[in-house]
C-alpha cells in the first residue's frame, strides 16, 4: 500500500531570496571540490537567478592560472551542463576570475587585496565578500590569520569566511582551531560547513517534527523505543586514501554528518524560527549525548574495514589494496555505535549510528522504531505484529515512509505490515536541489541556520573523545573487523543490537 502525496505548487512558484551583490574568493580553486561542487552549484544558483548581476568569484591556489584559463578549466569540469546551457554559461563566465595567491606569503595577500578591489570597481560587488576555504585542514587556522593580518576580515557586515570540514581532529584541536578562528573573526563571521545539512530532507525533519502537531507528542521516550542512522556507501575510499588514513569513518562521517542528523533529530522545538533559537537546541541535545557505556567505551562501537568482494566479471579490491593505502592499515571504513541521550525527552531510548563504505546500497535515512501495542489482539502474519516505524529517507530517494499494521484480506483478523509513503519528486516535480547550492547561498546572504556553531563541533568531539582516545593508545580494545565488499558490516556490528533484542535495518 503506497499512499502518494501531491501539492500543486511546483518549484517555479516558490520565492527564494536574492543574494546581494558580492565576490565570492574560493582558496584551493585548483582543486577537487571547486570544480565538482563550488562551481556547479554557483551556476546552477545563476541559471536559477539568484545570484545578482553584481557577483563575482575569484579563484585562488599556488597554481600560475589566468583568468581565461580557470574560466576554460571549469568549463571542461562543467561540460555537460554547459553544453545544455550554453549562453547562461558564457554570461556566467564573465564573473570568473583567477589569482595565485599563496596564504603563507604576506606580498601575495597583499596583492589579492589590490585585484580584489579591482573586481568590486568592475563588477560592482561593493565590498562585500565571503572567503571559502577549500584547503587541506591544517591550514584553517593560518589561512583565518592571513585574511584578518590583511584586514579582509575588518568588516562583520560586509565579510565573512566559510570553513570545510573536518574542524578538528578531536576534542582539544576543535578547541584550539576555535580560539584561533574567533580571534581573527567574529562568531557571525565564520561558516563552519557540513554538506548534509544542505539537503533538503535533512531540513525537512525540522518539517515534519514542528509543522504536524500528529508527530510532535510522540516524538519521545514514552512511544519510540529506538532510532537508527544510517548513512551508507557503495563506493570505496577512492581516490581520497592519502586523507582516509588519517581520519577514518569515526571522523569523516560520524563526527559530523550523523551527528548533525541525530541533533536534528532529537532537538527540542526552538521558541522561535531564527538561527540562534535552532542553533541552540542543537548543542544543548549534543551536550546532553553520550557514548551509552561511559564506563567501557568499547562495548558500544564496532569498528570494520572492508575485504575484497564484487563478482568474478566485477572484483572490489580490499581497502588495504586500494592506492595509496598501508597495506597494514587499521583505518576503519565502517563504524556502528550506540549512544544515549541523557534529558528528559529520549533517556532510556538508544540511537544507533551506522556508517561505512562498500556497502549494498546508497542511502541515508533516520528510523524511528515506535514501541508495540500493550495487548497484541490480533495474530499477524509474519508471527508477530511488526513495530510502528518512520523513515526518513535523505538520500537517494528522498521522501518518508510509515510503517503499519492493517487487516490482511480475508475472513479472519489477522494483521499485516503496510507503508505509506511520500517522495519528494513525485510530490514536488523535480530532485532537490544539491546540497552546496543551499549552503553557498545561505553563506552568502550571511544566514547561519545550517551551519555549525563552534560549541556545537566541541560538543560533537567531546561525545566521540574516548573512542578516539581508545584508538590511539589501546587499539586493541577497539578491533577492526574485516567485512565483505558489498554486505552490510560486520556480524560484531549486529551483535550490537542483539544485545537490546533489535535488529539493523537492511532497506
Known sequence: MTAILTNPLRVGLRQERVISPQCLVIFGASGDLTHRKLIPALFELFRQRRLPSEFAVLGCARRPWSDEEFRQKMEVALADEVAS?????????????????DLQQPDHLVRLSQRLDGIDRLRATRGNRTFYLSVSPEFYGSGCRALAG??????PERSRVVIEKPFGRDYASAQALNKVVQACAKESQVFRIDHYLGKE??????????????????????????????????????????????????????????????ALTAMEAPGRFDPEAIRNEKAKVLQSARL????????????????AGGTPAHPL????????????????TYVAMKVAINNWRWQGVPFYLRTGKRLPKRLSEVVLTFR???????????????????ILRIQPDEGAEFKFEVKAPGSGMRSRPVDMAFSYDESFGEPSDEGYVRLLAD??????????????????????????????ESPWQLPVHPYEARTWGPAAADSLLADDGLIWRRP
Open 85 to 101: 546551457h550554453r549562453t547562461a554559461w558564457d554570461h556566467f563566465a564573465q564573473g570568473l576570475f583567477y589569482e595565485p595567491v
Open 150 to 155: 590583511a584586514g579582509l576580515l575588518a568588516d
Open 201 to 262: 530532507t535533512v531540513q525537512n525533519i525540522l518539517v515534519l517534527r514542528f509543522a504536524n502537531t500528529i508527530f510532535e507528542p510522540i516524538w519521545n521516550r514514552n512511544y519510540i523505543s529506538s532510532v537508527q542512522i544510517t548513512a551508507a556507501e557503495t563506493v570505496g575510499v577512492e581516490e581520497r586514501a592519502g586523507y582516509y588514513e588519517s581520519s577514518g569513518a569515526l571522523r569523516d562521517m560520524v563526527q559530523n554528518h550523523l551527528t548533525q542528523i541525530l
Open 292 to 307: 551509552a557505556d561511559e564506563q567501557e567505551p568499547w562495548k558500544c562501537c564496532v569498528r570494520g574495514q572492508y575485504g
Open 317 to 332: 579490491p580490499a581497502y588495504r589494496q586500494e592506492p595509496g593505502v598501508n597495506p597494514n592499515s587499521t583505518t576503519e
Open 372 to 390: 508495540e501495542a500493550p495487548v497484541h489482539l490480533f495474530d499477524a502474519a509474519g508471527g508477530a505484529p511488526t513495530p510502528n516505524q518512520l
Open 443 to 472: 553563506a552568502m546572504l550571511g544566514d547561519p541556520t545550517l551551519f555549525t556553531r563552534s560549541d556545537e563541533v566541541e560538543a560533537a568531539w567531546r561525545l566521540y573523545t574516548p573512542l578516539l582516545a581508545l584508538i590511539e
